[in-house]
């Protein structure tokens, strides 16, 4: 994975190796970011205006793209993601 950033007059380049957790959509980078800081399924459904069912389905998907099954596994590939 590649990413690009300005630095005054530079183009600042990152690569990293491709992870599970890239092929995640936006909404459920969204849930998986929310949910490894700590939030519970009803604050992560309040913000984003859906019911908490919908964010345990997401959240069922996400744990099943990365092949894991519990929540040390989620915050552990989104700090690599991150790093």
């Known amino acids: 994975m590649i990413s690009m950033s300005l ?3 530079l183009l600042l380049l990152r690569a ?6 890239d092929e995640l ?3 459920e980078l969204e849930v998986a970011h929310r949910f490894a800081s700590g939030s519970n399924y009803k604050t992560i ?3 984003l205006s859906v ?4 964010v345990r389905g997401h ?3 996400i744990y099943s793209k990365l092949n894991i099954s519990e929540k040390a596994s989620l915050v ?5 993601m991150t790093h």
């Not at 990293?16 to 957790?21: T, Y």
């Not at 552990?76 to 690599?80: D, M, W």
């Open 16 to 21: 990293r190796p491709k992870l599970a957790a």
């Open 59 to 61: 959240l069922t998907r």
């Open 45 to 47: 459904a309040q913000q």
């Open 51 to 54: 019911s908490p069912s919908t």
């Open 76 to 80: 552990a590939e989104i700090r690599r």
């Open 25 to 27: 959509t936006t909404r």
């Open 7 to 9: 630095q005054g007059d």
